[in-house]
């Protein structure tokens, strides 16, 4: 079976690793162009490009496969495609050249999470239990039937880019049983109940800043669920905080108000409805530390409330 897969970020080498390792025909990867990246602005190869090379398959990276790929897509002869967190969408046109069709690594439990961030969603939205769905391809997004589905427990504390490594491995050893029943012939369509479905908008730096006035636990989950990007902060002495990791505590005071900030007990504070108890975080061109060790070098007053008014975000 000839296979192209597309994918993009460190989710999706899993999946790719899972097919070249399995035995399976790998005949071609489509992956994002080299974008720009950090500080120094350096252009790097998404991390799908890095394997394949490393692998030695052909990569191709067309800026819209819907106008850029088509030919070469036709070219490989696929008798399936493998998408994983792409980051295009696909056209009729592109579907119709798979011979059996276009097999999606979705990472939540569908219909719950359609969208480019289900994973930071389920956080954001204080989900318990998270995984992926195997799914088959078509023009919507997300909406086609289902085929395999993997469930695991969310762990209190964990940020996206942790969810994501777990994730990724769960959806590559999904990916593979779902191949092998497809091969057997065993594999059964399940088109998805849309009354059950919920659609998330794409992630935004905005949504980092920190509403002191939402409940402690919400607020917990924002600084997990945008860990890494767009990340979470909050306005301090004309500079901003990032609160890399939280947990909820009890206590009260007005929103924003620092109610403990010492280095034995760390930093806490009021939200709209309980406190949040900073764990760690970072300070304007800083590293990443525990609150405790931040406090011992950078006294915080009790009482201060910190707002957003007049903040550049």
């Known amino acids: 079976?000839?296979?192209?897969?597309?994918?993009?970020?460190?989710?999706?080498?899993?999946?790719l690793r899972a097919l070249c390792e399995g035995g399976y025909e790998v005949v071609g990867v489509f992956t994002q162009p080299d974008r720009p990246k950090g500080r120094g602005n350096k252009v790097v190869a998404s991390p799908v490009k890095q394997?394949?090379?490393?692998?030695?398959?052909?990569?191709?990276?067309?800026?819209?496969?819907?106008?850029?790929?088509?030919?070469?897509?036709?070219?490989?002869?696929?008798?399936?495609?493998?998408?994983?967190?792409?980051?295009?969408?696909?056209?009729?046109?592109?579907?119709?050249?798979?011979?059996?069709?276009?097999?999606?690594?979705?990472?939540?439990?569908?219909?719950?999470?359609?969208?480019?961030?289900?994973?930071?969603?389920?956080?954001?939205?204080?989900?318990?239990?998270?995984g992926v769905t195997t799914m088959m391809t078509d023009r919507g997004i997300d909406t086609g039937d289902m085929l395999l589905k993997a469930q695991t427990p969310?762990?209190?504390?964990?940020?996206?880019?942790?969810?994501t490594l777990r994730l990724a491995e769960l959806g590559a050893s999904l990916l593979i049983d779902t191949l092998r029943q497809l091969e057997a012939g065993t594999l059964t369509r399940i088109p998805q109940d849309e009354a059950q479905m919920t659609y998330d908008p794409m992630l935004t730096k905005e949504m980092g800043?920190?509403?002191?006035?939402?409940?402690?636990?919400?607020?917990?989950?924002?600084?997990?669920?945008?860990?890494?990007?767009?990340?979470?902060?909050?306005?301090?002495?004309?500079?901003?905080?990032?609160?890399?990791?939280?947990e909820r505590t009890d206590g009260a005071?007005?929103?924003?108000?620092?109610?403990?900030?010492?280095?034995r007990q760390g930093l806490v504070i009021a939200a709209g409805e309980g406190a949040v108890c900073v764990k760690e975080l970072q300070a304007p061109g800083g590293k990443p530390m525990s609150s405790k060790d931040y406090l011992r070098g950078h006294p915080?007053?009790?009482?201060?409330?910190?707002?957003?008014?007049?903040?550049?975000?």
Request: with cysteine; hydrophobic share 40%; proline share 7%.
């Open 51 to 130: 394997y394949a090379v490393e692998k030695g398959i052909q990569v191709f990276q067309p800026q819209r496969i819907r106008k850029d790929g088509v030919e070469d897509l036709k070219a490989l002869a696929p008798d399936l495609c493998v998408t994983a967190a792409f980051g295009q969408i696909l056209s009729q046109e592109i579907l119709d050249i798979p011979r059996i069709g276009t097999v999606n690594v979705h990472a939540s439990l569908l219909p719950r999470h359609r969208g480019s961030a289900p994973i930071n969603w389920a956080i954001l939205q204080g989900d318990t239990t998270v």
């Open 1 to 15: 079976m000839r296979i192209v897969f597309m994918g993009t970020p460190e989710f999706a080498v899993p999946s």
């Open 209 to 246: 800043i920190v509403d002191w006035t939402q409940r402690a636990v919400d607020i917990v989950n924002r600084i997990h669920g945008l860990n890494p990007w767009p990340g979470c902060s909050t306005a301090i002495d004309g500079g901003r905080l990032k609160l890399l990791r939280a």
């Open 253 to 263: 005071g007005r929103p924003g108000e620092i109610i403990t900030a010492d280095a």
């Open 154 to 163: 969310y762990i209190p504390g964990e940020t996206a880019g942790e969810l």
């Open 300 to 313: 915080m007053q009790v009482g201060t409330v910190l707002k957003e008014e007049n903040v550049d975000a």
